[in-house]
């Protein structure tokens, strides 16, 4: 059923952030109670929080926070600013449960027993409302989990951990020193989230963060207790607000030495803690491995990427200096020969007129200038200071103060937007290019190098990780990145086709969804026909409204119970089955080796290398490395193999294949898509594992891995351009769909 399936033996064991509980619910809850420590044992309170009206919601969960601080010092008779450790999750009806550390009791006393009553017969009305005990799961080994990071995770981590408002920050950097002339820096660290599901597993993610921060006040350190503070270097700094961390300098690999920096090796860390706790309580568990069973490897990387529309380009406030434009351009005349620049008042003045004036398949690329500290160039006009995560953000700022200013490239998509949803599209290609810091650096530094040594500049070329090389290639992988997103704009927009010689003959709707703040959704739809190795587009839109009436229109997803935020479907006339992958809590995060105690082979390479060096020898010792070898990888899958050399296609054909890994499973099949081509020494964002499932016209979820549509979708993968950051490939069904919602 699955065109270019391969069978895969002895495939290594990949190591996931996920634990499988092995005791009915009401079980492990008792067991979580019992205590661990002599020192402190865990009670619980629930109260309800209402919100105010017109509160908002930072300032609804700050209140909160700082009432479960009251009631807990209260209830032990502590001072108030005394600090307490509790874990707070939310019930049905604004009722919440906070547990907290009280002094141990023993486990046959009176006290320990009114705990343990007191807990049943909260299960017992939560199960009575038909509420799951998932919440009570998660909320109690939260605070174990957390207790044991903050007393045994400094023999781990060079930074002690940071625990504010039940939330825990691990393995904390300064990425930006704090500096006498600005007074702030800024602090990255990785926040842990525990979940419990319905289904006794344990999930645990590590969240990237970001502060701004600045020295501590030494006589307020003891009375605050509204902020995140940081010890590092024997001083404490305050951070004074968050930053957007998509553009974290925090990776998720490095190797050598490296590696104790990284995320993979602080997900080790919390999963052996997390183990060795769970052991301690006696609770039975298992961890939930990875490990392929199947792998589909072709992929269409031969697509026809002419562009057909006239380029105008517009330089919406990037300030370049003359040699910076001079070769900026250059690398962009090399991808689009024959492109126009246009200046940013003909844009605004087209604007006016929905681009009436322009010749029929137009498109406009415009470059934005984006400061240090924001990852997009979406920003309003006349007040620039507010920061917006991502565009639909901005969006529901629109309607509800439709008076707002915006620069020109933010209104051009929410022209764009609002014309879809009006079914006026607009007829011109939009496609933004963001031109930061960053970017320009790399260009004045490849400028250096070629005036000051035009022969040490080729041969720096040719060294693969050199820092000429990483230049050359941002500007580059930029320039051609945002081509590959143009082609696609104007195959779907424009040429309405796309030649996909490999794929069978279907008829499909693929949808993407987005969700704005009021619970309002915007589904984006591609209708699509492969015939004679042609994918046609027979229709596209964007629609708006609630899931129920979204569902009268396109009856498909009525088979659905609700739609997810930044969802992905895909509908098979034919057959009348729908497809979805998604990435959830539930679906695993590959982080290391089953086989071997990465944590261990950290600690004892770094004491090598420190012995090596007091004797003066050079090291060359490191068991953190890329090597795929079965018995030495560190990332099984996310480090794998390169094709054979007997394989039959070109270099360049290699280094663009990938494999797509399967596993089969209960509830569907697991895919990753992972690299055959050489692991960089950092992986800054990993390639994620999704879970593929399939309905048929009932609702009833079908053998995925026996269903023609499985087959079509896997074989249906591209070399990526809209998730660079997250994955280097997706699906074309999915990349269409998204293109109209997302871009």
């Known amino acids: 059923m699955i065109p270019n399936l391969n069978e895969l033996t002895d495939t290594p064991i990949a190591r996931t952030n996920l634990i499988k509980l092995e005791e009915d619910q009401l079980t492990t809850i008792q067991r979580l109670l019992a205590p661990v420590s002599n020192i402190y044992t865990i009670d619980f309170m629930v109260q309800r929080f209402t919100k105010e009206r017109k509160e908002k919601s930072a300032d609804y969960y700050a209140r909160i926070h700082q009432e479960v601080k009251s009631c807990v010092r209260q209830k032990l008779g502590l001072e108030a600013g005394q600090e307490v450790k509790y874990e707070l ?105 525990i979940y419990a599901s319905e289904y006794n597993e344990l999930a645990f993610t590590l969240h990237k963060r970001k502060f701004l921060v600045e020295p501590a006040d030494e006589m307020h350190l003891s009375l605050d207790d509204t902020s995140v503070w940081f010890s590092i270097d024997n001083r404490r700094l305050k ?32 999963m052996n803690a997390a183990c060795e706790r769970l052991s301690e309580l006696e609770i039975p568990h298992q961890p939930i491995p990875f490990q392929a069973t199947h792998e589909v490897n072709q992929f269409a990387t031969d697509l026809d990427q002419q562009l057909a529309n006239t380029l105008l380009v517009v330089n919406n406030g990037v300030e370049f200096s003359a040699t910076q434009e001079a070769y900026f351009f250059d690398a962009l005349a090399n991808q689009f020969p024959g492109y126009k620049l246009w200046p940013l008042a003909s844009l ?76 006026q599209p607009l007829p011109v290609v939009l496609q933004g290019m963001n031109i930061d810091r960053k970017l320009l650096d790399a260009i004045d530094f490849i400028n250096e190098q070629l005036i000051s040594n035009p022969a040490q500049y080729e041969i720096e070329l040719t060294k693969p990780h050199s820092r000429l090389k990483s230049a050359v290639t941002l500007l580059k992988s930029k320039v051609r990145r945002t081509k590959t997103e143009l082609w696609f704009k104007e195959s779907l927009l424009n040429q309405h086709h796309i030649p996909l010689p490999d794929l069978a003959n279907g008829h499909y709707t693929a949808y993407a969804v987005r969700k704005t703040k009021s619970n309002i959704h915007l589904l984006g739809y591609v209708e699509l026909k492969i015939e004679h190795g042609q994918l046609r587009v027979v229709d596209t839109g964007i629609v708006e409204g609630e899931f129920e009436y979204l569902s009268v229109d396109h009856p498909a997803l009525g088979r659905l119970k609700k739609l997810f935020d930044k969802s992905f479907y895909l509908y098979d006339h034919t057959a009348d ?16 080796p089953a086989q071997f105690n990465i944590v261990d082979s950290y600690a004892y390479q770094e004491q090598e290398k420190a012995l090596a060096e007091r004797q003066g020898d050079k090291f060359n010792g490191y068991t953190i490395t890329r090597s795929a070898k079965l018995e030495q990888n560190v990332l099984p899958y996310l480090i794998s193999p390169g094709r054979s050399k007997y394989d039959s296609l070109t270099k360049t054909q290699k280094m663009k294949h990938h494999h797509i890994y399967l596993q089969p ?15 960089n020494p950092t992986i800054a964002r990993p390639n994620l594992v999704e879970n593929l499932l399939i309905w048929d016209a009932q609702g009833k979820a079908v053998d995925v891995f026996n269903h023609p549509l499985t087959g079509a979708y896997l074989n249906s993968f591209t070399l990526d351009m809209l998730r660079s950051g997250e994955s280097s490939k997706s699906s074309i069904f999915a990349k269409l769909s998204r293109l109209m919602v997302e871009n």
């Open 89 to 193: 999750h939310c019930l049905p009806n604004y009722h919440h449960v906070f547990f907290f550390l009280a002094p141990a009791t023993n486990p046959n006393s009176q006290a320990h027993r009114t705990l343990a009553e007191r807990i049943e017969k909260l299960c017992q009305q939560l199960t009575a409302e038909n509420h799951d005990l998932s919440r009570l799961i998660q909320g109690l080994f939260s605070l174990h989990l957390k207790m044991v990071m903050l007393e045994k995770a400094s023999e781990r981590f060079s930074v002690s951990p940071t625990y504010f408002n039940s939330t825990l920050y691990l393995n904390a950097r300064l990425s930006q020193p704090v500096t006498q002339k600005k007074g702030t820096g800024v602090m990255e660290a990785f926040e842990l989230d």
């Open 239 to 270: 951070a004074r607000r968050k930053l957007d961390a998509r553009d974290s300098k925090l990776d998720f690999f490095r190797e050598r030495s490296g590696y104790g920096a990284c995320q993979a090796y602080t997900y080790n860390v919390v």
């Open 348 to 423: 605004k003045h087209s604007q006016q007129t929905r681009f009436a004036g322009l010749p029929a398949n137009t498109s406009i690329l415009v470059l934005n200038a984006v400061d240090e500290e924001r990852s997009n160039s979406i920003r309003q006009q006349e007040n620039e200071s507010v920061e917006y995560n991502d565009f639909y953000a901005a969006f529901a700022d629109v309607r509800k103060q439709p008076e707002l200013n915006w620069d020109i490239y933010t209104q051009l998509k929410l022209d764009r937007l609002q014309g879809w949803l009006n079914q």
């Open 577 to 592: 089955v729908l497809l979805t992958t998604y990435n959830s809590s539930r679906v695993p995060r590959l982080i290391g």
């Open 665 to 679: 499973h209960e509830n569907g099949v697991f895919v990753l898509v992972s690299d055959a081509q050489p692991t």
